[in-house]
Structure formats: C-alpha cells, structure tokens
C-alpha cells in the first residue's frame, strides 16, 4: 500500500515509493493489488468528456490540489536552476471562463478538442471550461460547417470579444451563394460578432457588422482574428494586478512582447510597447492614440534585435511576456543593465526558470512570484514575478 503525495508536471499521481499513477490525486491510497482509493482530494470529474478529452488533464483533483500542483510545478522548476522565493497562493480562474478555445471540425462535422495522447476528435456535447458564449456556438458550427464540404479538417478559433463571440474557421472557403446565405443565416441567428475564414491565405472577413474590439485597461482595441489573448479576464485580472504592483510608480516603462497591449495600457506613466505581430501593434498604436495615452508602439523582432542593454537602462521598470520558449538573447541584455524593477510574465515556468537564473547572475533578486491558474484543469501554469536590483 503507498500513498499519493503528488502530480507530476504531465499530471500522473506520484507514490511515496515513486510510481506515476494516472488520474490519481494527493492523498488517494493506491492498494497493492493495484486498486486506486480515492482520498479527501479526489473529486468526482463533473464532465462526462473526462479524461477522454485531451483539454482537460486535472477534473479529478479539488481546487486545494490544483492550487498545489502550479506550486509544485513552479517551486520544481526554480529548484532545478538552484532558486527559491515566495510563491503567492495561486489565482484560480473559475470553471466556464475561457474566453478562448480552437476547436476542431472533421467533415463528418464531429466537433471538439483532440482526445489526450491522440489525434481523435472527442464530440464535445458539453465543457466546463469554456464559457458559456463560446459553447453556444459548438452545435451551429456543427450544423453549419460540413456543408462547406471540407475535405479535411477544420480548425475553429473562438473568441469572446466585447460585441461577442470572434470565429476564425480554418481550412475552408465558401464559395457561392448557398454558402453565403447559410453564413448569414448562422450569424444573425447566433448574434455573431464576426466569422472569418482563412483557406491559406491569410484571414478573409465574411461578416462584422461592426468593428470588433476587445477592452484592455478600459480601451477598446480593435481585435485581429485569432490574436492573443490571456485566456480568461480573471487570469488576466491577476496578472494585470500582479505587473502594476511590480512596477510601482514608474514614471516610464518599457513593455516586450506586448500583445494588444494586456499590460501596456494598464500601468501607469508613459509606455514603449513592442510586438512581433504587426496586426496586433498596429491596433494597440491605434487604440492608445485614439484614447490619448501615452503608450509608444514599436513593431520589432525581440528574438532576432532584443533591445539592447543601453537601450532598455532608460526605463524605470521592464515588463517582459514571452512565448512559451522564453527570451534568452532579450533576458541577457536585461541581466546586463541597471533597470531597477522587472515584472516577468511567463507561461512555461521552465523557460521561466532558466531566464531567472540569468537575471539572478546578473544581479537581480527575485522578489516573489504570483502564479496564474487560468486554463483550469489542465497542467498549463502561468505566472508573473518581480525581480529587483538594488541601485549600484
Ligand atoms: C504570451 S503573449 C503576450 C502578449 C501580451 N503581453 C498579453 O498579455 O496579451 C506573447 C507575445 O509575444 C509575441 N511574440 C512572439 N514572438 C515574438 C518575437 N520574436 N518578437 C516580438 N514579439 C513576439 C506574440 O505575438 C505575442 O503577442
């Protein structure tokens, strides 16, 4: 007999004795003949999905252990770089608040997200992570697009935007008139706020009847199909609360990887935003001009050209957010210089890890880390961290 003392970064239980059991949660007693017994942290999964569908690795754990996961998760990857620091009580998004998802479509028109370890399609009948808006249009869409006859599958981003719900649908085209007014039928009868198709071409609008924005800091931003967005407004409540209270009261801040500007257009004082992704830096330059705040846009590869060391010591506090593999070359010019305050924004605490670790050799301390639950369920962990340096 051995007991569940944790879950491993995939979301296997781990025994005392060091067995990876799946769908075991902290706590459960796994018997020597192999049966699991569920303990006080075993929950049962309220989707009739799980753990079939690959969106969801965790319903079976109650929030206490999922909070305990991210922890583990962080406080693993720090320790791997020889790290500590004070690691907040994480901020979990409630169930139904996804304000994103990408779907999949096969011609048949089964519809949902691919099953765990596999490329099947699991027919979504009901979810309990995305939110409600979103999951109203999972039938339409299952009506509406096998009769474009696609030949293979279909991807269906979708978004919750301030007029409604975003759909990007990838793979297809319709072509002609019976098309046409079965996209139109779709979405006056589904209130949609804009359907875009992109068949290779890049994202072709077929129906906006009005500008789709998304709020950011209070301003409405146009919103190109299918760009970032943190996951759910809770998530990025918590982040946003977590980079203000990092940079204080900078009087100018330098924003990277900026997105539409989640962060740039919430702190205070005058900020550089820059981004990789033209269509998203061009609406954030439009945004923040029409609202008259004093956000500076810049599109610029900071993989390829990371702001240089002398160019990022002229602000008072860096905000970094990058992609899933970090920003080394842009962290190594940062570990350099003398910026007192840098708020880091990471979705893979790994990279994060390593990235810390080149800011502590350069000098800087890490302060505390706030984590961010916000895809619920699943083994995906965010978090934002202050690091400091005292002035030389
Ligand atoms: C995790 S998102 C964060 C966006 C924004 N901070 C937010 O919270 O909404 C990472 C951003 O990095 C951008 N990005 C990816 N590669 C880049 C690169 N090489 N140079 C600049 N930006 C890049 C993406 O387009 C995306 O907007």
């Not at 006859?149 to 297809?172: F, I, M, N, P, S």
């Not at 982040?239 to 801040?253: M, N, P, Q, Y």
């Not at 002229?314 to 899933?324: G, K, M, N, S, W």
Request: include cysteine; aromatic fraction near 6%; hydrophobic fraction near 45%.
């Amino acid at each position: 007999m051995t007991t569940i003392t944790r879950i491993a970064a995939r979301g296997e239980g781990v025994a005392a004795d060091g067995r990876h059991v799946a769908l075991a949660a902290p706590g459960d007693t796994l018997a020597d003949d192999g049966t699991l017994i569920p303990g006080p942290h075993h929950i049962d999964p309220p989707c009739r999905h799980y753990p079939e569908c690959g969106g969801c690795q965790l319903q079976h754990l109650d929030d206490e252990s999922w909070a305990g996961f991210i922890t583990d998760r962080i406080a693993s990857a720090l320790d791997a770089h020889g790290l500590t620091t004070i690691i907040r009580a994480p901020a979990l998004s409630p169930p139904h608040t996804r304000r994103r998802a990408t779907l999949h479509v096969e011609p048949s028109g089964r519809i949902g997200f691919t099953a765990e370890r596999s490329h099947q399609i699991v027919d979504l009948h009901e979810c309990h992570v995305i939110a409600p808006e979103l999951f109203a249009l999972v039938r339409p869409l299952k009506r509406l697009l096998p009769s474009f006859k696609a030949k293979r599958r279909l991807d269906v981003h979708l978004t919750l935007a301030d007029q409604g719900v975003d759909v990007l649908v990838k793979g297809v085209a319709p072509e002609g008139l019976s098309h046409h007014d079965a996209l139109t039928a779709f979405a006056q009868a589904h209130k949609v706020a804009r359907i875009a198709f992109d068949d290779g071409m890049g994202p072709e609008t077929r129906w906006e009847p009005e500008p789709v924005t998304i709020t950011l800091g209070g301003v409405a931003v146009p919103l190109p199909p299918a760009a970032f967005l943190q996951a759910t407004t809770e998530g990025e409540a918590a982040l946003v609360a977590a980079v203000c209270e990092s940079v204080g009261a900078a009087k100018i801040t330098a924003d990277l990887f900026a997105g539409l500007g989640t962060f740039a257009l919430a702190l205070p004082g005058r900020v550089y935003a820059a981004e990789g992704a033209r269509d998203a830096i061009m609406a954030l330059k439009a945004a923040a001009g029409r609202a008259q705040r004093l956000v500076f846009t810049e599109h610029r590869d900071l993989f390829r050209r990371p702001l240089t060391t002398a160019e990022l010591n002229r602000f008072d506090a860096i905000v970094i957010d990058p992609p899933r593999a970090g920003a080394r070359d842009q962290v190594t010019q940062l570990a350099a210089g003398t910026v007192p305050v840098i708020a880091y924004v990471s979705c893979n605490p790994s990279t994060f890890a390593a990235d810390a670790q080149r800011l502590r050799e350069g000098g800087y301390a890490l302060d505390w880390i706030q984590p961010v639950g916000q895809f619920r369920w699943s083994t995906h962990v965010e978090l934002a961290a202050r690091f400091s340096r005292s002035p030389s």
